[in-house]
């Protein structure tokens, strides 16, 4: 069996496939390092909260430094994700169309392989998040709670979005965290607001599997909402929006950071509008779209952290 037939049906053409050892493909597709779409998204709430805080301390000697930590750290701790979900859900993507060509259910990878695997990402992990102060490595530690519970939800509730956005919203809290070495009602409002914010964009993404997800009993809020979408996107929209703007008035933030909050906002409004339920193509071209609608807000937060460290 050639390397060609061996790629996830979801993702080709990609450096992995065109440059990676072909020993490491199957492992760099069970963590998904042929999709960075998964790590910004993880990584963006992260990024979102060093700056807010470096914001409210007026002080940027410690932002370079949290930027760079929560990038690789994001990176790996999403590709150790995506590793325990395939391994626990490695007999439903044998189900689905877009899945079962993963590394687990055809066979490039064994679950013995991936579970070493996934302890060597949370190794990686571990030594990035010892980085920070005390307060911030048990923080960082109490997200694993969520993270193994995640990939079972879709089998008991159409909300599994939820749990999904209680992962990965959970750097929202990490840079105050690393900051102050605790978590004040601004940190708390933003992690709310990015909640909100990853049950939007996971809708999307989760119609593309709605037909396959009802032929084998997986629950999301895409078959939950289905021709209602368009509404409870845009609510989950203003709800992000109105929370990320709380924790903004709660961090004395300037103009700037409002400035990053309306251009995300209209990011967002942009997608419900483009949004077609039915072309799963066009879902995933959305999805990855909140990539940029999450740097936007960034940039605004990043300026705002700079005029105010002047000031």
């Excluded at 302890?119 to 307060?135: D, E, S």
């Excluded at 990853?198 to 119609?207: G, L, Q, S």
């Excluded at 933030?253 to 309306?262: D, E, K, M, R, V």
Aim: some cysteine; glycine content about 10%.
């Amino acid at each position: 069996m050639n390397d060609a037939t061996l790629r996830v049906a979801d993702s080709t053409g990609n450096w992995v496939d065109s440059h990676a050892p072909e020993w490491m493909r199957p492992y760099l597709r069970l963590s998904r390092f042929d999709r960075p779409i998964g790590w910004w998204l993880l990584l963006i709430p992260c990024w979102w909260s060093a700056a807010l805080a470096a914001g409210m301390a007026g002080d940027l000697r410690h932002l370079p430094a949290h930027l760079a930590l929560f990038l690789i750290g994001a990176v790996v701790m999403r590709g150790a994700g995506c590793t325990w979900n395939d391994i626990t859900d490695r007999h439903l993507d044998g189900s689905v169309e877009r899945t079962r060509s993963r590394p687990i259910p055809s066979g490039q990878v064994s679950i013995a392989q991936a579970a070493a695997f996934l302890v060597l990402q949370a190794l990686i992990g571990l030594a990035v998040l010892v980085q920070f102060n005390g307060f911030t490595v048990g923080t960082g530690l109490a997200s694993l709670a969520v993270v193994v519970v995640y990939p079972f939800m879709k089998r008991i509730t159409y909300w599994p979005q939820v749990v999904l956005g209680l992962a990965f919203s959970w750097g929202a809290l990490m840079g105050f965290a690393a900051e102050f070495g605790r978590l004040d009602a601004a940190a708390f409002v933003l992690y709310a607001g990015a909640i909100a914010w990853v049950i939007f964009y996971d809708t999307i993404y989760a119609h593309q599997d709605r037909e396959d997800d009802v032929l084998i009993g997986i629950k999301s809020t895409a078959r939950l909402f289905g021709a209602r979408t368009h509404a409870a996107l845009m609510l989950f929209g203003v709800l992000a929006v109105a929370l990320i703007g709380m924790a903004l008035a709660f961090a004395g933030a300037g103009w700037p950071a409002y400035t990053g909050l309306a251009g995300f906002a209209a990011h967002l409004v942009w997608q419900v509008r483009a949004l077609d339920i039915d072309d799963p193509a066009k879902c995933l071209r959305l999805f990855k779209a909140n990539r940029d609608a999450g740097l936007i807000l960034f940039a605004g937060l990043l300026a705002d952290a700079g005029l105010r460290a002047l000031s």
